[in-house]
């Protein structure tokens, strides 16, 4: 299967396109129903909505959630993800965040629970009416039904999406997944401890249907960086990071819809924490009911400025704005160099390894290749300033929707390519050409979209030769190797360790 098929089957798995707000100056299309199965593979169903504007105007409300979408394709740069002309995949790394689920704790606990007691508490709700995009509200009950058991966990829609995730990886895969070692039963797929990962886990592997075993990693807080959470087990990681920025960014873009809501229902008193709560309902009650009147109740310019509050937040906390995110983010991409350089068994014996942990991971991981920087053809200017707190950006690469829905994922390819030639890039001398070293090449994969290293992209379809992405990764470890210094482990930690070896045979 070409990998551009993809868009065809994810894409129709987690879509709800979703409409817009008063005052709604375009129709909203009818809702619809996606098929269940799209060349063989089964897909949930998700009823979507789509703001249409004059001249053709879409706009796809669950593309802006960030980290509270059912997961769609990278638009990445528009290259081709199939593999290049004479080229074919010999290995392949994927890092992918959980599946769906209820909420996490932190989203509940400052704006899903104060809004949903408060609703819940209040007694005029057939103010309501007055506007048809609120009408809704006067009988609205809580999607969570049960805090104990449903708060970071799974829902029923995120199982069937990690085995359509699965469906596809075993299409796009086969011949890696139809290796020996695979066909012996002894195929492992790896996640993180917290039962979301496990479960997501558990339910590709019934997808991919090949008697995979699941290797459990703990997250524990003295695991160094030979974890799949290393946000867990570096004691210098602030969680709180990005909040004041983006607080600051809630405030400006928040104020005239809270004067808009209260206009027509003053006793309900809305306030930021109200009109971010329904904004995230708009992806949470996706995701557990399929179906939401969140998404209609807001225009596509408030739903860009949801999506800059979380770009801020993410960015100071788990992208460039931290200073020791690609600290973080190195150990698994090292790992993946190793597995994708061997040429024997004897260390790592798959060709394809999958592993699945929390949202943090794979925005870690860009930062540490140097991907989605808003600065990188910019070296001089100082990335922070490219993340304003009194406007949106929206130029930036930062885009933290096309990077960590539920199920995201960076994917780290080794392609073996045939009278392949590298471009020059004015490092061998103008208009040189050679051929690379024994045709390997490597490409990363974002949600599907193949994303070019800036400074290596000399190869077919715009990969990098092994051997300078090599040399690429031992420039990022001189600058950003040292784990153990920048989370500030002391020698008191027994396996204190700059590297992740959960892999090794």
């Known amino acids: 299967m070409k990998m551009y098929r993809r868009a065809s089957l994810l894409t129709l798995a987690s879509l709800a396109l979703l409409a817009s707000a008063t005052p709604r100056p375009w129709p909203v299309e009818s809702t619809a129903v996606e098929p269940s199965e799209v060349a063989g593979v089964h897909i949930p169903h998700h009823k979507r909505q789509i703001i249409e504007g004059p001249g053709g105007y879409k706009f796809n409300v669950l593309e802006h959630l960030a980290g509270i979408a059912p997961y769609f394709d990278s638009p990445g740069v528009q290259l081709d993800p199939s593999p290049p002309d004479g080229c074919s995949v010999t290995k392949a790394t994927y890092i992918v965040r959980h599946s769906n689920i209820y909420a996490n704790d932190f989203d509940y606990e400052t704006y899903l629970s104060p809004f949903l007691q408060k609703l819940a508490n209040f007694s005029d709700r057939s103010v309501f009416a007055q506007t048809p995009d609120l009408a809704f509200l006067a009988n609205y009950t809580s999607p969570i039904t049960n805090?104990?058991?449903?708060?970071?966990?799974?829902?029923?829609?995120?199982?069937?999406?990690?085995?359509?995730?699965?469906?596809?990886?075993?299409?796009?895969?086969?011949?890696?997944?139809?290796?020996?070692?695979?066909?012996?039963?002894?195929?492992?797929?790896?996640?993180?401890?917290?039962?979301?990962?496990?479960?997501?886990?558990?339910?590709?592997?019934?997808?991919?249907?090949?008697?995979?075993?699941?290797?459990?990693?703990?997250?524990?807080?003295?695991?160094?960086?030979?974890?799949?959470?290393?946000?867990?087990?570096?004691?210098?990681?602030?969680?709180?990071?990005?909040?004041?920025?983006?607080?600051?960014?809630?405030?400006?873009?928040?104020?005239?819809?809270?004067?808009?809501?209260?206009?027509?229902?003053?006793?309900?008193?809305?306030?930021?924490?109200?009109?971010?709560?329904?904004?995230?309902?708009?992806?949470?009650?996706?995701?557990?009911?399929?179906?939401?009147?969140?998404?209609?109740?807001?225009?596509?310019?408030?739903?860009?400025?949801?999506?800059?509050?979380?770009?801020?937040?993410?960015?100071?906390?788990?992208?460039?704005?931290?200073?020791?995110?690609?600290?973080?983010?190195?150990?698994?991409?090292?790992?993946?160099?190793?597995?994708?350089?061997?040429?024997?068994?004897?260390?790592?014996?798959?060709?394809?390894?999958?592993?699945?942990t929390h949202r943090?991971?794979?925005?870690?991981?860009?930062?540490?290749?140097?991907?989605?920087?808003?600065?990188?053809?910019?070296?001089?200017?100082?990335?922070?300033?490219?993340?304003?707190?009194?406007?949106?950006?929206?130029?930036?690469?930062?885009?933290?929707?096309?990077?960590?829905?539920?199920?995201?994922h960076v994917g780290v390819e080794r392609l073996q390519c045939a009278n392949a030639t590298l471009e020059s890039t004015g490092g061998q001398g103008e208009g040189a050409e050679d051929v690379g070293e024994d045709g390997a090449f490597v490409r990363v994969l974002v949600n599907g979209a193949p994303i070019p290293i800036p400074s290596c992209q000399d190869g077919p379809g715009e990969s990098c030769a092994l051997g300078n992405f090599s040399d690429y990764i031992a420039g990022r470890v001189a600058l950003y190797g040292d784990f153990i210094g920048a989370c500030g482990i002391n020698d008191t930690v027994a396996n204190r360790t700059d590297l992740l070896s959960i892999y090794n045979a």
């Not at 004897?346 to 592993?355: A, C, E, K, R």
């Not at 870690?364 to 100082?382: E, H, I, K, M």
């Not at 949106?392 to 096309?402: F, G, K």
Request: proline share 5%; net charge negative.
């Open 360 to 408: 943090e991971e794979p925005p870690l991981v860009l930062t540490a290749l140097g991907l989605f920087n808003n600065s990188a053809y910019y070296p001089a200017l100082d990335v922070n300033s490219t993340m304003p707190t009194d406007r949106i950006n929206h130029r930036r690469a930062w885009r933290t929707s096309e990077i960590l829905p539920f199920l995201g």
């Open 147 to 356: 805090e104990t058991e449903q708060l970071e966990k799974m829902t029923p829609s995120g199982g069937e999406a990690a085995a359509a995730f699965a469906g596809v990886i075993k299409q796009t895969y086969a011949n890696l997944l139809n290796s020996t070692v695979s066909q012996a039963g002894a195929f492992r797929i790896w996640a993180a401890s917290a039962s979301r990962d496990v479960d997501t886990a558990k339910s590709f592997i019934q997808g991919l249907g090949n008697n995979a075993s699941l290797v459990v990693v703990n997250e524990g807080e003295n695991d160094s960086a030979d974890s799949l959470t290393p946000h867990i087990s570096c004691p210098a990681f602030d969680a709180s990071m990005g909040s004041v920025q983006s607080g600051a960014w809630q405030e400006k873009y928040t104020a005239p819809l809270i004067e808009r809501f209260n206009a027509i229902a003053p006793g309900f008193n809305f306030t930021l924490t109200d009109i971010v709560g329904m904004q995230q309902l708009c992806g949470y009650d996706t995701v557990i009911r399929n179906k939401t009147d969140f998404c209609d109740v807001f225009t596509a310019d408030e739903w860009l400025s949801f999506e800059y509050a979380n770009d801020l937040m993410y960015f100071y906390s788990i992208g460039y704005g931290n200073p020791i995110a690609p600290q973080l983010g190195l150990p698994w991409v090292r790992s993946s160099l190793d597995i994708l350089s061997a040429n024997d068994t004897s260390t790592f014996n798959q060709t394809l390894y999958v592993s699945f």
